[in-house]
């Protein structure tokens, strides 16, 4: 069914095509008799920069036709505020606060990616301690990355109740971190060489307890939102995209994981203590929006079982590297670190010229790569689904304007 | 993939014919060309199986502009991503897209474009994407200044603005908010002395 | 159309399903609490804004631990905190003016973490709306404060 | 209007003009309808918001009276001393109107509604035609609101959901038939006076049809396509402020309100219920309120369909669905 109707579709797009121009305007004034020469006039609605389900503030141009989007132009910018030229005036530590505020909902790993670049910079060893630690926030941050996704996917298809209960369980991740770090969304939380506290006592135990609790809640929500019907019936098949497709258009994470690609730098350039955990790269092969929206609660599966064992083989220790000084003044180099941040290959790429400001540090955010390839993407679907495919490409708009 | 085989990986690989890759301490595999060269050079990483694209950084020396792309392999078994790195001078920034090889590298280009001028020949849509786009100048040189832009900040800065409207062209609100953030900068301090040799009384 | 039943009863099921998880959460204890009239639970090293501590016992004095330094006005990354050292003779290491200036403050914690002498702490101030911005800018009567609150967020004065 | 043979003889009596007691008699019905209308849409309001709260961890509002039981009024009050924006571009008289065009149609349809035995309006014989008909030109204002606010998300909007009113008030209506057909009449009425056994026991595939069919006329989720906040901001009623948004508001919520006293007047017996005569009323509130708090919580579970799928469930599930009930029903009717 669904075949039949793309192609009607694109017949819809070659006849428009053919008409001439005079045709078309006397389709306009209603001088044609018959109805198969009606054409009807593009509309071009303009899609933000406030809207509702901008996930930030997000414009594009949406040319459609009747309820068919034929064409998206979409125009990124309106929270641009030059990180990569603010990090040229900072020091090394000082720039961490400002990585929080990228992918504000997923502050952490962002963090983590460039402490790492740093480190790799500087060629410093983390203690054992402060990798495992690194390792709980950075999964705990991504259930919690992936919860809003749910629940906003859930919310974009017109489910709001399931929106509520995934916050509710994102509130629990958030005051973990309030017990470890002290804020609840910008955490600034990695130090270069470690963390910047240990954990709290009990601090292991109650996230052991939330990612308990988590996980026999996770089974009702996906019945609740991804086995409904309804739900499946509006994302299965819609906006797919083939691996060759997804690795041409630069995609990374999820989206990518979803066109049956393999990519996940846990795996593909093991760092922290990731090589010793036990994990699968959830990989679907559909890359619908259904399976963009799976792979993420299969993921928030995943990052609980490695949650359970990095709080089992965590050892006792420093949680910050020796010798770093407070004015820290690493050598001229370049580093590159990067990570599986919720949304993708996160990298910083950093450049010293031996001075205590960073000569240059380029972000590579994962959304600026996947939300480049929403036109290809959803051009042809309806309004309704490029809404859909938005979310579930899910770019922090924070991060792609940086 | 299992941990060994990235352990066991060599120091380095010749992709094709004069094209090598070596590593790199910090950044992993690299492969440095001449900006003539590059196009081939990308082609030959997409032959050899690099087929995800990145990002593109560029890096402002005195000179010229350093460009740094990175690509990934999802079909290789080791050395599966490679910094490739090109220099273009300042005079003449211009270098080829990569678009043809990698629709992902349109953005990425773009976004070189806007905060650094480089021109990438053969970009099919190469506008600025952050900026307006009647922006003057390119944000993350090290020479760019923002002094040409009237900043708004609790009427003390109307007067600096009314002041710089009687002498448009001596003298320029200084004191931007960049440099009220970071005063311990060393470029913009200078910057800011070389302005105010015509008419620094003008402000405050 | 075997298949169309199917996929009929699989719809059904999947809608009776989902209706009696929103059934079953009808049960559960609200999640949001009065705020205003209650206080919020704030973890003990929650980050409001910088405050600087009385030495301990001094409950009278203005005096706080702070030695002047200015490593935290050098810590900050938005510069939003003033130190100027007192050039009287006979408390030389005491500050004659400590501003801070909470519209630029991130609340990034990096200035209590550089404090050598722990005089600097993450109080747990989080109602910070004024009327009038100028109100924002805090000097040190207001920020000087007794360690009541918070015990430590740092690790150097941790114990 | 005056059937009542001693009214008539009170008019001539004392000299009154048949048009003017005609008239005032009128008016009084038409004020206490207002008045039920006003008072199930506040407590429609509340319950959507304390229903809401309940599914999803939350209390609802608290502060304005007993559990927030006058926040409504607070609401009420806010918007009535909002500005009232009117777009620049705006058909002037199209978007005045809409609202009240909206509005009237939705509250029209109580007139013919039994709510205990003998207590209505006008019980008219073909009652059920009327209820079907009236509300549905409600969709006409939904147009002019869309097309007189001279913004796309409105037009969109409206003229989504004048597809979806058009096509669902066809198996809306097929579903029905098969009640008229053992009720033997079209005047609610007798047909609640014939439900000795509920109708949802006799005609089940007709109640699931019409339950469907009764959201999409209503706009709930999930058939909320007119005013998907996620996609067309808020659909027809985007332009509108203050109380000509009110206006819609409270259109939304007599429709809820009617469908749900429709929907018990038809398949839960009507005023029927244990103990005597006198508290069918209170049983027909009772009954309608369930099946408002049912309609909440399909609401509040539910994602929404996309516009071509809720075309294709109208007319290729419901509508084959209503035809097959009408044929069952006939048959069985021919065998007993």
């Known amino acids: 069914m669904g075949l039949i109707k793309m192609s009607k579709l694109e017949e819809m797009k070659i006849s428009n095509h053919n008409l001439s121009e005079l045709e078309k305007d006397l389709a306009l004034n209603g001088e044609v008799e018959s109805t198969e020469d009606i054409v009807t006039e593009e509309l071009a609605i303009h899609f933000g920069p406030q809207h509702p389900s901008a996930h930030g503030v997000f414009h594009a141009i949406f040319h459609v036709k009747g309820e068919v989007v034929t064409k998206i132009e979409p125009d990124i910018g309106y929270l641009h505020r030059c990180f990569e030229k603010i990090a040229e005036n900072r020091t090394y530590t000082q720039f961490i606060p400002y990585t929080d505020r990228m992918d504000y909902v997923a502050s952490m790993t962002n963090n983590w990616a460039y402490c790492m670049a740093v480190e790799k910079l500087a060629g410093i060893e983390v203690p054992e301690r402060a990798e495992h630690i690194r390792v709980i926030v950075g999964e705990l941050q991504r259930i919690a990355s992936h919860l809003v996704f749910l629940s906003t996917a859930g919310s974009e298809a017109g489910a709001l109740t399931p929106f509520v209960y995934f916050f509710d369980e994102r509130e629990g991740i958030l005051t973990l971190y309030e017990k470890i770090c002290g804020a609840r969304l910008t955490y600034n939380y990695i130090r270069i060489g470690g963390v910047r506290a240990d954990a709290p006592e009990g601090w292991l135990d109650d996230t052991l307890a939330f990612v308990t609790r988590l996980k026999k809640r996770m089974y009702d929500y996906d019945r609740l939102v991804l086995g409904n019907y309804i739900f499946k019936k509006r994302f299965i098949g819609v906006a797919p995209f083939s691996a060759e497709q997804a690795l041409d258009w630069g995609l990374t994470g999820p989206p990518l994981r979803s066109t049956g690609v393999s990519y996940d730098v846990r795996r593909s350039d093991p760092y922290s203590v990731y090589p010793r955990l036990e994990f699968d790269v959830v990989v679907k092969y559909k890359g619908d929006n259904y399976d963009r929206a799976c792979i993420r609660s299969d993921e928030i599966k995943q990052s609980i079982r490695i949650i359970e064992q990095a709080i089992e083989q965590i050892p006792e220790g420093p949680v910050k590297a020796d010798g770093i000084a407070k004015v820290f003044k690493p050598a001229a180099g370049e580093g590159y670190g990067h990570v599986e941040s919720p949304k993708g290959d996160l990298g910083f790429y950093v450049v010293s010229d031996g001075t205590t400001k960073p000569y240059r540090v380029k972000i590579q955010g994962p959304s600026f790569g996947n939300l480049q390839a929403l036109p290809a993407m959803s051009e042809g679907t309806y309004i309704g689904d490029v809404v859909l495919t938005l979310g579930t490409l899910d770019p922090v708009f924070g991060e792609v304007d940086r | 993939m299992s941990d060994e085989n990235i352990m066991n990986q060599g120091n380095s690989e010749e992709i094709s014919a004069g094209i090598k890759i070596v590593e790199e301490k910090g950044i992993g595999y690299t492969l440095t060309v001449e900006r003539e060269d590059l196009f081939k050079a990308a082609s030959a990483l997409k032959e050899a199986g690099f087929d995800l694209f990145l990002f593109v950084s560029g890096i402002d020396y005195p000179e010229s502009i350093k460009l740094t792309y990175r690509v990934y392999s999802s079909k290789r078994q080791n050395k599966l991503a490679v910094m490739l790195k090109t220099e273009v001078p300042k005079s003449d920034p211009t270098v080829d897209s990569l678009v043809p090889l990698w629709s992902a590298a349109n953005w990425h280009e773009r976004e070189t474009y806007d905060l650094y001028g480089v021109i990438f020949k053969g970009h099919p849509d190469l506008r600025r994407i952050f900026l307006p786009q009647d922006w003057v100048g390119y944000p993350l040189r090290k020479d760019y200044s923002d002094d040409h832009m009237t900043v708004m900040d609790d009427g003390k800065k109307d007067k600096d603005k009314a002041a710089a409207k009687d002498k448009p062209a001596a003298a320029a609100p200084k004191e931007s908010a960049e440099k009220q953030d970071a005063p311990e900068q060393p470029s913009d301090i200078a910057d800011a002395n070389e302005v105010s040799t015509n008419g620094s009384d003008k402000n405050e | ?159 | 209007m005056l059937s009542s043979t001693k009214l008539l003889e009170f008019a001539s009596n004392y000299g009154i003009p048949v048009w003017a007691l005609d008239g005032a008699i009128a008016i009084v019905f038409a004020v206490v309808l207002f008045a039920i209308c006003a008072i199930s849409v506040i407590i429609n309001v509340y319950l959507l918001r304390k229903i809401s709260a309940d599914f999803q961890l939350r209390y609802g509002p608290m502060h304005v009276g007993w559990h927030g039981s006058l926040q409504l009024f607070a609401d009420a009050i806010k918007l009535l001393t909002k500005e009232d924006i009117f777009p620049s571009n705006a058909d002037r008289w199209i978007f005045r109107l809409a609202p009240v065009v909206t509005f009237v149609p939705a509250y029209l349809g109580f007139l013919v509604l039994p709510i205990g035995h003998g207590i209505v309006i006008q019980d008219l014989n073909v009652g059920l035609l009327y209820i079907l008909a009236i509300p549905a030109i409600g969709v006409a204002g939904i147009i002019m609101a869309g097309f007189g606010s001279y913004n796309k998300y409105a037009i969109i909007g409206s003229l989504r959901s004048a597809a979806q009113m058009v096509s669902y008030e066809v198996p809306r209506a097929l579903s029905i038939i098969g009640i008229v057909m053992i009720a033997g009449s079209a005047k609610l009425s007798s047909i609640v006076g014939a439900q000795h056994v509920w109708y949802i026991i006799l005609q089940p595939i007709a109640f699931v049809v019409f339950l469907v069919s009764t959201l999409a006329e209503i706009n709930s989720t999930p058939f909320d396509l007119p005013e998907t906040e996620s996609e067309l901001v808020n659909g027809y009623y985007t332009e509108y402020s203050g109380m000509r948004f009110m206006f819609f508001f409270f259109a939304e919520y007599v429709a809820l309100f009617a469908a749900a006293t429709l929907t018990t007047v038809l398949f839960l017996g009507g005023w029927h219920g244990p103990g005597p005569e006198y508290l069918g009323p209170i049983w027909f509130t009772i009954k309608t309120f369930a099946m408002i708090w049912v309609i909440m919580w399909i609401k509040w579970t539910l994602p929404r369909f996309r516009i071509d799928q809720v075309m294709d469930l109208g007319w290729k599930v419901l509508l084959p669905l209503a035809l097959i009930n009408v044929l069952i029903t006939g048959l069985v009717m021919m065998i007993i």
């Not at chain 3, 059904?12 to 705020?35: C, D, M, N, Q």
Request: aromatic content about 6%; hydrophobic content about 35%.
């Open chain 3, 1 to 159: 159309m075997a298949g169309r039943i199917s996929n009929f009863i699989d719809a059904w099921k999947s809608i009776v399903i989902g209706h009696s998880v929103t059934a079953k959460k009808l049960r559960e204890p609200r999640s949001t609490f009065f705020y205003p009239y209650e206080p919020p639970k704030l973890e003990e090293r929650y980050r409001g804004a910088p405050m600087l501590v009385r030495i301990a016992g001094e409950t009278d004095e203005k005096e706080g631990a702070c030695t002047a330094c200015g490593l935290c006005a050098k810590a900050c990354p938005v510069n939003c905190i003033t130190v100027e050292r007192n050039k009287d003779k006979e408390a030389p290491l005491k500050a004659a003016v400590w501003n801070l200036d909470l519209t630029r403050c991130m609340i990034c914690g990096l200035c209590a973490e550089t404090c050598p002498q722990g005089a600097l702490k993450m109080s747990h101030d989080f109602e910070n709306a004024v009327y009038v911005k100028d109100k924002l800018i805090y000097d040190m009567e207001r920020v000087l404060r007794r360690p009541v609150m918070v015990k430590a967020a740092e690790p150097g004065s941790e114990e």
